[in-house]
């Protein structure tokens, strides 16, 4: 194990052999990381999550955080990624992921084992991501969601549902299937000249004359 000038570990925290974590890292209390795992510079783990009760006169009060993070087995923590704990259980990244640098994973949040999520993603609080997944960068996925195994996320997609079947490949904000996301695009540079066409036909002048 190394650690690096500067990083902070709290208290009852577990770490593995041959874990490097680099300076300036902030491991809050009660966080367990495994064997062979990577923490780069500015990571926060064991943050509190993002949980307020509104009040009746308009404010917020904070709701305990009263869960940890727990990282498995060769897993890789970008710099400057945020993992907050969990509010009750664990927020868990499994064994072999990938997290790249800017990532924000919220409260009780699972990534599945080998799974890759790359700069800018945001994970809302307790979603569950599979095996294997691909997320691209600035990707954002709503809360209480699940991905399954071998979804792949691309670029700057957000993703407000569940995906029960494996190997999907998503598109768009809302996100859905790549390949019906292609032709919806490919259809959509063409809008201007088919509405144009149909008010031809219809002999609507005056709104195709607005275009």
Do not use: W
Not at 1 to 21: E, K, S, V, W, Y
Not at 139 to 153: K, M, Q, S, Y
């Amino acid at each position: 194990m190394l650690i690096f000038p500067h990083a902070t570990i709290g208290d009852r925290c577990r770490i593995g052999d041959g874990t490097i974590i680099y300076a300036g890292a902030r491991i809050y209390a009660d966080t367990v990381i495994g064997a062979r795992c990577t923490v780069h510079a500015g990571a926060v783990l064991g943050s509190d999550g993002f949980g307020f009760a509104p009040q009746p006169d308009g404010s917020y009060r904070a709701i305990p955080q009263i869960g940890n993070v727990v990282l498995e087995d060769n897993v890789s923590i970008g710099a400057n990624t945020t993992i907050d704990c969990a509010t009750m259980g664990s927020t868990i990244i499994r064994e072999g992921s990938k997290i790249d640098n800017l990532v924000q994973i919220a409260h009780n949040v699972e990534i599945g084992r080998h799974t890759v999520v790359a700069a800018q993603t945001g994970i809302s609080g307790s979603t569950k991501i599979g095996d294997y997944c691909v997320l691209a960068g600035q990707a954002g996925l709503a809360g209480h969601l699940t991905l399954a195994n071998r979804t792949t996320v691309t670029a700057q997609s957000g993703v407000g549902k569940s995906i029960k079947e494996e190997g999907q490949f998503l598109q768009g904000s809302p996100a859905f299937n790549l390949r019906d996301s292609l032709r919806a695009n490919a259809i959509f540079r063409h809008l201007p000249e088919l509405a144009r066409r149909l008010d031809a036909l219809e002999g609507n002048k005056s709104a195709t004359e607005k275009l």
